[in-house]
């Protein structure tokens, strides 16, 4: 499977960006998509979660109220719009196939892509 997450990109602290991760294929056994994002010196967090299937989402706390994930079956696509965005987003973010939403982690992985966030 490959994964091809675009979007990112330099933003003002306050401003947004949508994330899009598209996938060539839904891999057996993988039932939902995820976003995750890694900055310098930290380990890797979830950002946001989505099922296939229902679209049930969950997201990690620091973001909650701020990012939504959303999906188009249709094409194997994954959307993660980030509003509000602050310096401490500035990050890596990935996009992975996952087994479930309260899943640790992905089993496949895309390429990152940069977002980076001024104040």
């Known amino acids: 499977v490959q994964l091809q997450a675009y979007g990112g990109g330099l933003v003002q602290a306050g401003g947004s960006l949508r994330l899009s991760c598209a996938a060539s294929?839904?891999?057996?056994?993988?039932?939902?998509m995820g976003w995750f994002r890694q900055a310098p010196g930290k380990e890797r967090e979830l950002v946001a979660a989505?099922?296939?299937?229902?679209?049930?989402?969950r997201y990690g706390n620091s973001v909650k109220g701020r990012f939504t994930i959303s999906r188009n079956n249709a094409e194997n696509t994954v959307y993660l719009q980030m509003n509000s965005l602050k310096p401490e987003d500035t990050a890596v973010y990935y996009c992975?196939?996952?087994?479930?939403?309260?899943?640790?982690?992905?089993?496949?992985w895309g390429q990152g892509t940069l977002v980076t966030v001024s104040s």
């Open positions: 992975g196939q996952m087994t479930s939403i309260y899943a640790r982690d992905a089993d496949y």
């Open positions: 294929e839904r891999t057996s056994g993988t039932y939902a």
């Open positions: 989505i099922t296939w299937s229902d679209s049930r989402t």
